[in-house]
């Protein structure tokens, strides 16, 4: 799952920081703080946040077909 959490907190906190969900499946976060100065980690994946869910079905979906094959 790739995570799109990082631009919702900048975009809609009033500060920008916020607790981060993806720490634990991430190589290079370390804190569950996530603040509008630190860099986005490797699980971040551009995109519109209210459409997030749509893209991992879709992304999942085509992962299914190929081990299928």
Request: charged residues 35%.
């Amino acid at each position: 799952m790739n995570c799109h959490g990082c631009k919702w907190l900048d975009r809609y906190k009033k500060d920008g920081n916020g607790y981060c969900c993806m720490v634990v499946r991430s190589k290079t976060q370390t804190s569950k703080v996530r603040r509008p100065d630190m860099e986005r980690c490797e699980l971040y994946k551009p995109g519109d946040w209210k459409t997030r869910w749509e893209t991992e079905l879709h992304e999942g979906g085509k992962q299914n077909e190929i081990q299928q094959c």
